[in-house]
């Protein structure tokens, strides 16, 4: 089974999210828990949590990904900014508990004016206190694109994180396709070889989601800027062989390409799954 989605519109609903997927022909989705640029999260409701519960496996929508807020910077020094991200992610890994055995993804964080090492141990601290030995949410790292001083732009970054966090089974990685490629990693001219690396330097055990993105700039050019698939320069071929990677093809895909109607995904869903019924 192909599992394939976009970034929907939270306002509504969970119920609501689940019903403009299966309008698109999106079997997952990804969404903003609170406010993408601040801190705000209404409440969640039980009826409407209780009515996603029984829509989703109805419709074949087994996989959701919650995506952490922008503003997030858990490798922060700044301590206004630490204790923001300590709380954003300590409330939003609690609501993740309302649908359980889902994904929440996160960018890692900037180390703004620090070395490395010490933002990623800021990082790790923060997530060593926010896990929980009985969640059953499973937290993704997000590939970056090396633009100044985030991180993640690497894989060795990421699994040097990953290594220092000590609930380790409840830590994943999404991939982004438009970030490795601003990174530097040639998904259209050498896939496999950029599959054996991360396999290599993190385990594709730890990949569990995949963020399918063309892109504006060039391989290397650390500006994270997407584009419509087939619209970049990474191409319709390229993102599609993706999805039709042998080690790849299993894993929920998530749309965030520039359209302002669900239309766009809908074209955008439909392309690909021809492509995908072909390989």
Same mark, same amino acid.
């Given at each position: 089974?192909? +599992?394939?989605?976009?970034? =929907?519109?939270?306002?509504? /609903?969970?119920?609501?999210? !689940?019903? $403009?997927?299966?309008? *698109?022909? #999106?079997? +997952?989705?990804?969404?903003? =828990?609170?406010?993408?640029? /601040?801190?705000?999260?209404? !409440?969640? $409701?039980?009826?409407? *949590?209780? #009515?996603?519960?029984?829509?989703?496996?109805?419709?074949?929508?087994?996989?959701?990904?919650?995506? !952490?807020?922008?503003?997030?910077?858990?490798?922060?020094?700044?301590?206004?900014?630490?204790?923001?991200?300590?709380?954003?992610?300590?409330?939003?890994?609690?609501?993740?508990?309302?649908t359980p055995h889902q994904l929440?993804?996160?960018?890692?964080?900037?180390?703004?004016?620090?070395?490395?090492?010490?933002?990623?141990?800021?990082?790790?601290?923060?997530?060593?206190?926010?896990?929980?030995?009985?969640?059953?949410?499973?937290?993704?790292?997000?590939?970056?694109?090396?633009?100044?001083?985030?991180?993640?732009?690497?894989?060795?970054?990421?699994?040097?994180?990953?290594?220092?966090?000590?609930?380790?089974?409840?830590?994943?990685?999404?991939?982004?396709?438009?970030?490795?490629?601003?990174?530097?990693?040639?998904?259209?001219?050498?896939?496999?070889?950029?599959?054996?690396?991360?396999?290599?330097?993190?385990?594709?055990?730890?990949?569990?989601?995949?963020?399918?993105?063309?892109?504006?700039?060039?391989?290397?050019?650390?500006?994270?800027?997407?584009?419509?698939?087939?619209?970049?320069?990474?191409?319709?071929?390229?993102?599609?062989?993706?999805?039709?990677?042998?080690?790849?093809?299993?894993?929920?895909?998530?749309?965030?390409?520039?359209?302002?109607?669900?239309?766009?995904?809908?074209?955008?869903?439909?392309?690909?799954?021809?492509?995908?019924?072909?390989?």
């Amino acid at each position: 089974m192909f +599992t394939i989605g976009c970034h =929907l519109s939270s306002a509504k /609903g969970y119920l609501h999210m !689940a019903k $403009d997927a299966v309008s *698109i022909d #999106a079997n +997952t989705f990804q969404f903003f =828990l609170r406010n993408p640029r /601040g801190g705000r999260a209404k !409440a969640i $409701d039980p009826k409407d *949590i209780a #009515a996603f519960r029984q829509f989703a496996p109805e419709h074949g929508i087994e996989t959701i990904l919650a995506h !952490a807020s922008y503003t997030v910077n858990p490798a922060s020094n700044v301590p206004k900014t630490h204790d923001f991200a300590l709380m954003v992610l300590g409330d939003d890994l609690v609501r993740m508990e309302e649908t359980p055995h889902q994904l929440y993804n996160m960018h890692p964080g900037a180390a703004v004016g620090q070395p490395v090492d010490v933002a990623i141990d800021n990082i790790a601290a923060m997530l060593n206190e926010v896990l929980q030995p009985g969640q059953t949410t499973t937290v993704l790292l997000e590939t970056m694109s090396g633009s100044g001083s985030e991180i993640g732009g690497t894989f060795e970054e990421l699994a040097t994180l990953i290594d220092k966090i000590e609930l380790n089974d409840r830590m994943g990685v999404c991939l982004d396709t438009c970030h490795v490629w601003a990174a530097g990693y040639d998904i259209a001219g050498d896939l496999d070889g950029v599959v054996d690396e991360f396999d290599r330097v993190i385990g594709l055990d730890r990949l569990r989601a995949v963020h399918l993105n063309d892109s504006k700039f060039g391989l290397g050019s650390h500006k994270d800027r997407h584009a419509r698939i087939g619209e970049g320069t990474i191409g319709f071929d390229a993102l599609a062989a993706f999805t039709n990677h042998p080690k790849l093809r299993h894993l929920p895909y998530f749309l965030e390409t520039p359209n302002e109607a669900l239309s766009g995904y809908a074209e955008e869903i439909a392309a690909l799954r021809a492509a995908h019924a072909e390989g």
